[in-house]
């Protein structure tokens, strides 16, 4: 069973604080990986999308990812009050084009 | 900004009726996606579609589910005799060709089935 999982949280972070959400996920195989943001009731939003090892950078959002340990994480900088919702990992294997999600980390921003 | 579309927003069904979801995917996209979300999981990959025809289900779609692509613009998810655990909310989802293949969600449909 190829799985992803995070920390269901919720996580509380003060505003202008660093945000951190990790993801793991259990296919080794696994090619593509995306954070997405949803909102109660909402569907879910594309953040960013990441490929290879390493750190991608974008405004207040970097994702990273390490492949060997088979982790992701998403690092937001300057929280505000407007990024509390529930942060999706979703991971596509190397086959087919499904995405498989993790249950989310629900993040609240305290003003 | 080109996006995805689906109608209705919220669908109310007695069970063992028939209902259609409808999805207007982002224009130059090749890849169609349907995604389950029951209050409180997780979102759950129902079925993708290219070059009109299924390339994957998963095991949650069983007969009772069909995708069509009737025209150039819409795709459809079918269920033809709902049941009570059918109640969750539907996301239909598209992308590029590969490697391009971020796939962006639609609005979603709430189904509530009674």
């Known amino acids: 069973q190829k799985e992803v999982e995070q920390n269901s949280g919720p996580l509380s972070v003060p505003e202008g604080a660093i945000a951190s959400l990790n993801c793991t996920y259990s296919?080794?195989?696994?090619?593509?990986f995306f954070w997405y943001r949803q909102y109660s009731g909402k569907s879910p939003e594309l953040i960013m999308s990441?490929?290879?090892?390493g750190d991608k950078e974008d405004g207040r959002f970097t994702a990273q990812l390490n492949k060997a340990s088979q982790y992701v994480s998403l690092l937001i900088r300057d929280s505000q009050p407007s990024d509390s919702a529930t942060y999706l990992c979703?991971?596509?294997?190397?086959?087919?084009?499904?995405?498989?999600f993790g249950q989310g980390t629900e993040l609240s921003v305290k003003p | 900004e080109p996006e995805v579309t689906q109608t209705p927003s919220h669908q109310v069904t007695q069970m063992g009726q028939e209902v259609i979801l409808r999805c207007v995917p982002i224009?130059?996209?090749?890849?169609f996606y349907w995604y389950r979300q029951i209050l409180g999981q997780k979102v759950e990959f129902l079925v993708s579609?290219?070059?009109?025809?299924?390339?994957?289900k998963s095991e949650i779609f069983d007969d009772q589910f069909s995708v069509e692509r009737p025209d150039g613009s819409n795709f459809t998810l079918k269920i033809r005799s709902t049941k009570l655990e059918d109640s969750a909310m539907y996301f239909c989802?598209?992308?590029?060709?590969?490697?391009?293949?971020?796939?962006?969600f639609g609005p979603g449909t709430r189904l509530t089935v009674l």
């Open positions: 989802a598209s992308s590029e060709a590969l490697p391009k293949d971020t796939q962006y």
């Open positions: 296919d080794r195989g696994s090619q593509s």
């Open positions: 990441i490929y290879s090892n």
């Open positions: 224009s130059n996209h090749l890849y």
């Open positions: 579609f290219y070059n009109n025809e299924i390339s994957e």
């Open positions: 979703a991971v596509k294997g190397n086959q087919g084009g499904k995405l498989i």
